[in-house]
Nanobody
């Protein structure tokens, strides 16, 4: 199994920056893709950014050019650097990992961290 713990959320003014961290533990060697989702009140959870084991990354159109996902494999940690934040980025941000046990694919979620951007 893989366990995820997020940190780094908070309150920031529009135009500011935050960096989220997600520390993975457990069977981290089995992680294929790890990334960030967010859910705003009354909205569906959506992908923000993801990083695959082959080095590829994927971003939501709404955050391209502003957010950067990175992985520190030595620390089993993934980061989300968020710059030029907007009020519409306000949401609970969740770390997500896709991993395999044999031929079976599993997903693990963190507990979430609140990001609030004031105008």
């Amino acid at each position: 199994q893989v366990q995820l713990v997020e940190s780094g959320g908070g309150l920031v003014q529009a135009g500011g920056s935050l960096r989220l961290s997600c520390a993975a533990s457990g069977s981290t060697f089995s992680i294929n893709t790890i990334g960030w989702y967010r859910q705003a009140p009354g909205k569906q959870r959506e992908l923000v950014a993801a990083s695959s084991s082959d080095g590829s990354t994927n971003y939501a159109d709404s955050v391209k050019g502003r957010f950067t996902i990175s992985r520190d494999n030595a620390k089993n940690t993934v980061y989300l650097q968020m710059n030029s934040l907007k009020p519409e980025d306000t949401a609970v941000y969740y770390c997500n990992a896709e991993y395999r046990a044999g031929i079976t694919k599993f997903y693990s979620w963190g507990q979430g961290t609140q990001v609030t951007v004031s105008s």
